[in-house]
């Protein structure tokens, strides 16, 4: 079956603007994570969600990111004001439950120019 | 916050060498994972722990849990070609909501034929 999709797989955009990046999780997966890695640097988690709701939401660094999943399937990361600093590649995982495996999509490689 | 100390960074070995790398914590964890990630992909979990002293094989590796829920080491027997990538170790601190995992700086991993 599918796997995690991730769109787009690549984003450029200039300093301060605003974006939007999208998963499709697996059809069934009740949890969802977003992770935010850096080049040379294993994934940091931004944030999870159980369903519609975010379970856990400690680790967006700040006020400008922002997610919501609000069917309980798809979710979109959403970052305001880039910066040059928020270039990374950003990954999706879902899984059945919270404590089985993750399974994670491609990323979303964004370049803050 | 919770940091993973993986090493070595990178291992260059021949082709049919066996390979051991670790992971280590400040901190008590309660489950140990370790996934693999090819360039353009997302990581993919090769091995899940859950219980102090716990080795586990799945094919050509071996991971084990710690004694003291504070390390983590995989072994890879016999590499071939496709080991190529880098592995990360990840696991969830004792008290920590076990859907925000912490990874390692991961472990490139190169083969020469």
């Known amino acids: ?113 | 916050g919770q940091q993973l100390n993986q090493s070595p960074q990178s291992m260059f070995i021949q082709e049919g060498e066996d390979v051991s790398m670790n992971c280590t914590s400040s901190s008590i964890f309660n489950t140990w994972l370790w996934y693999k990630q090819d360039p353009g992909e997302g990581p993919v979990l090769l091995i899940a722990l859950y219980k102090a002293g716990e080795l586990t094989s799945n094919g050509r590796l071996t991971a084990q849990f710690g004694i003291t829920r504070k390390d983590s080491f995989l072994n890879i027997s016999a590499s071939i070609p496709s080991d190529v990538g880098i592995y990360f170790c990840a696991g969830h601190p004792l008290n920590t909501n076990a859907g925000k995992s912490t990874f390692g700086d991961g472990t490139t991993l190169t083969v020469k034929p």
């Open chain 1, 1 to 113: 079956g599918a796997g995690v999709s991730q769109t787009p797989s690549n984003k450029v955009t200039e300093k301060g603007k605003y974006v939007e990046l999208r998963c499709d999780p697996i059809s069934g997966h009740t949890a969802l994570y977003w992770y935010r890695q850096s080049l040379g640097q294993g994934p940091e988690f931004l944030i999870y969600f159980q369903g519609t709701g975010a379970a856990d939401d400690s680790g967006l660094p700040n006020d400008r990111f922002f997610a919501v999943r609000p069917e309980g399937s798809v979710s979109t990361l959403k970052i305001q004001r880039t910066e040059r600093g928020d270039s990374a590649v950003y990954l999706c995982a879902s899984s059945p439950a919270r404590d089985n495996e993750q399974f994670f999509g491609p990323g979303t490689r964004l370049t803050v120019l």
